[in-house]
């Protein structure tokens, strides 16, 4: 009497289990989710949510997400990194090679291929709307003149702050970084006064300029791409090339050994998705500009230049030797 | 539109059945996550938020912002009946809370603490009414500099908060700060400490330690106790007496200005003002050897304080578009979704939102107090179930919340350390606070000590030449001076008395 | 009495080892602080303070100790430390109901219940409630033997 029970309570307790094990053919077959390495709530999440929504469509299964914040983004990337690669996990994520130089990331850039760039990060460079200079031309003259201008940028190991620091260098600004934390106290330390210039996401310093606080001195790509008045100049038409804009992609990412041929289908997925009607409106309400580009051409073509450019920033602030 | 106009206009939209629904969800969720240890808003509102895609913006936030403040509710409740700190804004509640429980006075302190959330809660939503734009620049005059003098003000009231000795309590402090640094340079980001550990990244986690050091090291010193139940006497009152009313009323009232002006700075919340209310009370109190032992004004006060910080939030929020801690950012990625624009304009662009919340506050902490009030029997009679169920239960919910902040089981780890570095702690006679709150301000002090240098290239004139942070470093100073000078007349009287003994 | 001694020469420890492990880390100087400085001054008062209180307790006389209040069980201690150590490792492999479940079978024994019978029921019955409770307020238990459950 005894034995039987428990056989019958251990066939009870393994059966879901025995039921997962039925592996689909076709693929995908149940959802597919979306890890985000941030805390929820955050732009990031609402980026997540939105390609999942445009991509269920051409996926036919539901598309979730998952929020695995921590370490910058090292927890949720790891996460990743580690999940069994079966196209059902992927992750929405910016460069990830910072964590992986610095060596907090446990993980190697090999780890983890990119499906596709899905979209741009706007970014922007700002004073106060009773700031002495009128456009970045006076800016950068008076920069160039009196080196030591300080900047204030969401924090170190913010792709902002990279970005800045890029510029910052090649066009020979002379500027020194603030680091806050996030984007919220970088715009409160210029609102109050505490620093000349911030650098920080598009949306938030839109809203900023719209109430008359702040004058959008540049936006690092093309203004118009956020939404922005057209005459602010970006670093492509202001420079004409002599300086490079490591942009602030949005990329999808899955873990390195998923089969080449659900990556095609992930990626058809996300192509489709990019190129619906509403998904360039969607994301520019959050600051996003949509600019697909497969995942193979960003590995070749895009990468090896930003790693390049922030290696070296690295090395000069003493962030690795 | 002038203020009443728009109170006016906010009641008009939130008096309507379906909003008050959504609002009186919100303020319940809020305070079922609020009594749960660990799981915090941040959860619950973002399971909520594809919830409000069907609904009006400004529906929504009133939803998410009542899951906030009302969690701020809940929060003390654990603190006062079992030592757990449902979250860190409750950590202080636990001091004279648990000591009152433990007495048979826990009507009383859930009672205090329900009222005190409600009169601070309103107050603030006054003031935000009222204030809410020109505080917010005021606000914004918080730079780095000021930022570190006030942290430095906090620092010199901590060791108000130590029960013993003074010099056990700054061992405490000092172990507390170098745990603090534990994680990566808020400057460089450079990774300090973390010995190859990803979850140490981003320092030891506030809630792993609180709920460690709090309430596993009680826990550990109850096994040993043949003790039934955690009351030591028998309950005495369900309700606040009028003594406790006649204590109380002072400590709410300054924990209801604490908390709000502290709420507001960017980069705010609701848990050092929490801390300071403390130490205030203790040295305005005329009976402090009480603090620590089941005073009510260690209750009132902080109690006051975090519910009027969590609604001092909204300050930067509603005035500037700015959300000054992770919580309020949620509530602007809402916004987002839902297509409005966060900013200084938010008043005149979308003044259904801004007084639609300001109004839902006011309705919000009624149903709060409402609904908290009763909930005080039941919560009671928790106290009466024998220790050794209540045991079990009580570690479930600490390994769960602790698991539910990041949803890393490393930080159960770390909860579990300190469990053990609490227990150890207390056997000897150190005290907890001083080390929270030191690992709590020790990284904020660091990071804008470092940038306010940068800020005037190396040159520390910049603290003395702007007035805030001057004034905020004086007061720092004669605070120092004064318990240091206490202290030194402790030393010679033990001295005297030493050699006396000698004779 | 012994464990004084033990957490201050602990303390004492911990300050040599963090004043010397942020020198390696880069102080820079006063006026432009490197990620060391913070940590290398608080590590050295540390040791200083620590360092006191070691003179103090030796000072003092034998006798004139707190005792501790009553006898320490230490096997229940560490059994129950054990148990909470068992369910943060084994969370993520087992899942939530039967990490929890056979942790709190441990709890309950240490607790002082006796029969494995009544322990199991209840521990049973917390587990499915709470699974409820918790996953409805937004907590994502890991995937474990039985998936999310």
Same mark, same amino acid.
């Given at each position: 009497m005894d034995r039987r029970k428990i056989l019958f309570f251990i066939v009870l307790i393994l059966l879901p289990f025995a039921f997962q094990g039925f592996s689909a053919?076709?693929?995908?077959?149940?959802?597919?989710?979306?890890?985000?390495?941030?805390?929820?709530?955050?732009?990031?999440?609402?980026?997540?949510?939105?390609?999942g929504k445009y991509m269920e469509k051409h996926l036919g299964v539901p598309v979730v997400v998952d929020y695995k914040p921590g370490g910058g983004t090292v927890i949720g990337t790891q996460?990743?990194?580690n999940a069994a690669p079966d196209g059902y996990v992927l992750l929405n994520a910016g460069d990830i090679f910072t964590s992986i130089l610095v060596g907090t990331a446990p993980y190697k850039l090999e780890d983890l291929t990119i499906v596709a760039q899905v979209t741009l990060n706007g970014n922007v460079l700002a004073v106060r709307s009773d700031a002495p200079w009128k456009n970045f031309q006076e800016f950068v003259d008076y920069a160039r003149k009196n080196p030591g201008v300080k900047y204030a940028h969401p924090g170190i190991g913010t792709w902002v702050f990279f970005r800045t620091e890029s510029l910052n260098r090649q066009a020979k600004l002379g500027m020194v970084n603030v680091p806050m934390k996030g984007d919220a106290e970088a715009v409160s330390a210029l609102l109050g006064g505490h620093v000349p210039v911030a650098a920080g996401s598009t949306y938030v310093y839109k809203a900023q300029q719209e109430a008359g606080k702040v004058k959008t001195l540049l936006s690092f790509d093309k203004a118009e791409g956020y939404g922005l008045d057209p005459t602010i100049p970006d670093i492509e038409s202001f420079f004409k090339g002599s300086v490079y804009d490591i942009v602030c992609s949005i990329y999808l990412y899955a873990p390195a050994k998923t089969p080449k041929e659900r990556i095609e289908i992930l990626r058809n997925a996300i192509e489709k998705a990019t190129k619906e009607p509403g998904f360039a409106e969607d994301m520019k309400k959050i600051g996003h500009r949509v600019a697909y580009m497969p995942g193979e051409k960003v590995m070749r073509e895009v990468l090896p230049k930003k790693i390049e450019i922030v290696k070296g920033i690295m090395k000069d602030t003493g962030m690795i030797k | 539109m002038d203020i009443f106009g728009g109170l006016l206009f906010g009641l008009k939209s939130v008096l309507h059945v379906d909003t008050l629904f959504y609002c009186f969800v919100g303020v319940t969720i809020g305070t079922l996550v609020g009594v749960l240890p660990g799981i915090g808003p941040i959860g619950a509102m973002s399971i909520l938020l594809p919830a409000t895609f069907g609904i009006s913006p400004a529906t929504a936030i009133i939803m998410l912002a009542g899951i906030?403040?009302? &969690?701020?509710? $809940?929060?003390?409740?654990?603190?006062?009946?079992?030592?757990i700190p449902g979250e860190a804004a409750s950590v202080v509640t636990c001091l004279d809370g648990y000591q009152m429980a433990k007495k048979g006075r826990a009507g009383p302190a859930l009672g205090i603490s329900a009222i005190g959330s409600f009169i601070g809660g309103t107050l603030s939503v006054v003031a935000l009414m009222?204030?809410?734009?020109?505080? &917010?620049?005021? $606000?914004?005059r918080f730079g780095p500099p000021e930022f570190f003098a006030l942290m430095c003000l906090s620092m010199s009231l901590i060791s108000y908060l130590a029960r013993g000795s003074t010099f056990n309590a700054v061992l405490m402090i000092f172990l507390g700060l170098i745990l603090g640094t534990v994680g990566m340079d808020p400057i460089t980001g450079f990774p300090r400490f973390y010995f190859g550990s990803t979850t140490l990244l981003d320092g030891i986690g506030l809630i792993p330690v609180a709920m460690g050091l709090f309430g596993i090291s009680e826990i550990l010193m109850n096994i040993e106790l043949k003790a039934r139940s955690v009351l030591e006497a028998k309950i005495r009152n369900i309700f606040p007496t009028l003594e406790d009313w006649r204590r109380s009323i002072g400590p709410i009232l300054r924990g209801s200005v604490l908390g709000f002006f502290f709420g507001l700075l960017p980069g705010g919340g609701a848990v050092i003002p929490t801390f300071v209310s403390y130490s205030v009370e203790k040295r305005l109190s005329k009976h402090p050897e009480e603090f620590g032992k089941g005073a009510i004004e260690g209750v009132a006060g902080p109690e006051t304080a975090n519910n009027a910080?969590?609604?001092?939030?909204?300050?930067?929020?509603?005035?500037?578009?700015?959300?000054?801690?992770?919580?309020?950012a949620i509530l602007l990625g809402a916004l987002m979704i839902h297509g409005v624009q966060a900013g200084p304009l938010l008043m005149q662009k979308n003044p259904e939102i801004f007084w639609g919340v300001i109004a839902s506050m006011y309705v919000g902490n009624i149903m709060l107090l409402i609904l908290n009030l009763p909930l005080i029997g039941l919560w009671i009679r928790i106290l009466k179930i024998p220790y050794r169920l209540l045991m079990p239960l009580i570690l479930l919910f600490c390994l769960v919340g602790c698991y539910a902040v990041n949803s890393n089981p490393t930080e159960i780890v770390i909860m579990i350390v300190f469990g053990f570095i609490g227990y150890v702690l207390r056997r000897c006679g150190y005290e907890l606070a001083p080390l929270i709150i030191a690992m709590i301000l020790g990284p904020i002090m660091e990071a804008n000590f470092r940038n306010s240098l940068i800020m005037s290239d190396g040159s520390f004139r910049i603290f003395v030449t702007r007035p805030i942070s001057a004034t905020l470093l004086f007061a720092a100073g004669l605070l120092f001076l004064s318990s240091g000078f206490s202290a030194y007349r402790k030393a010679k009287k033990r001295v005297i008395e030493l050699v006396g003994d000698e004779d | 009495m012994k464990t004084a001694k033990a957490i201050v020469v602990t303390l004492l420890g911990l300050g040599i080892f963090v004043f010397s492990y942020s020198y390696r880390m880069g102080i820079g100087s006063l006026k432009s602080p490197g990620p060391g400085l913070f940590p290398f001054l608080l590590g050295l008062l540390l040791f200083l303070l620590s360092f006191c209180k070691v003179v103090a307790i030796m000072k003092k006389s034998e006798g004139s100790e707190k005792r501790t209040e009553g006898p320490i069980f230490f096997e229940k201690l560490f059994l129950l430390l054990l148990s909470l150590m068992f369910y943060a490792i084994f969370l993520n492999v087992l899942g939530y109901s039967i990490a929890t479940f056979v942790t709190l079978l441990f709890i309950f024994r240490i607790a002082g219940y006796k029969s494995l019978p009544k322990i199991s029921l209840y521990s049973m019955i917390i587990v499915v409630l709470s699974y409820f409770l918790f996953t409805s307020l937004g907590v994502v238990f890991p995937r474990g033997i039985l998936g999310r459950f």
């Open positions: 053919e076709k693929f995908p077959s149940k959802p597919v989710t979306i890890v985000v390495p941030f805390p929820p709530g955050g732009v990031s999440g609402i980026t997540a949510m939105t390609w996460y990743v990194a | 906030y403040y009302g &969690a701020m509710y $809940g929060g003390s409740t654990t603190s006062i009946l079992v030592n009222f204030v809410a734009v020109p505080l &917010a620049n005021v $606000g914004l910080g969590s609604t001092g939030a909204f300050v930067p929020m509603l005035a500037l578009g700015i959300p000054p801690n992770p919580i309020l | -």
